[in-house]
C-alpha cells in the first residue's frame, strides 16, 4: 500500500504541481544544488548528516515563504531587509550578496537570514519563525 501511495502522490507532483522556480534556473545555481543540500537524502526531503538531520522544507510563519538555502555559501554582512524583501527568491538576484565558505551554508525567507556552520536549533533563536514545512 505505502508503494502505491509513494507512486500515486509522485504522479499527483508531476501533473499538478508547479516546479519551483529556484530549481528552473539550473545554470545559475551555486554548488551543491541550492536547494537544500548536497548531503545525501531520504524519500521525506530530511537530509542526513551523520545521525542529525536538517530539515530541507522551512517555511517562515512571519512572511509566508519558502526558506531557500545554499550549501558552502554565505550571507555578506551588507544584507538587509530590504534586500531579500526586493529579491527573494530568485537566486540570480540574491548571488550577488552570496560569499563562498566551504561547510557553511546560507538560509533566507523574505524577511530573515541566516549562515550556519553547524547544526542548529531553531527554537534556540527566538527572533526567527520558521518551521518545518511538513514532508
Not at 27 to 49: F, L, V, W, Y
Not at 81 to 105: C, D, Q, S, V, W
Request: aromatic residues 8%.
Amino acid at each position: 500500500m505505502a508503494k502505491d501511495l509513494d507512486e500515486l502522490l509522485d504522479e499527483v507532483e508531476t501533473k499538478f504541481c508547479r516546479l519551483d522556480p529556484l530549481r528552473l534556473d539550473l545554470g545559475e545555481r551555486p554548488k551543491g544544488d541550492g536547494g537544500g543540500g548536497s548531503h545525501s537524502g531520504d524519500r521525506n526531503g530530511a537530509q542526513e548528516k551523520e545521525t542529525l538531520r536538517a530539515c530541507d522544507r522551512l517555511r517562515c510563519v512571519a512572511c509566508d515563504f519558502r526558506i531557500v538555502s545554499y550549501n558552502d555559501y554565505m550571507w555578506d554582512k551588507s544584507c538587509d531587509y530590504l534586500f531579500f524583501r526586493n529579491n527573494m527568491p530568485e537566486f540570480h538576484k540574491l548571488k550577488t550578496k552570496l560569499i563562498e565558505k566551504k561547510g557553511a551554508r546560507a538560509y533566507a525567507c523574505q524577511c530573515s537570514w541566516r549562515t550556519v556552520e553547524e547544526l542548529t536549533d531553531l527554537q534556540t533563536d527566538h527572533q526567527l519563525r520558521w518551521v518545518c514545512g511538513k514532508h
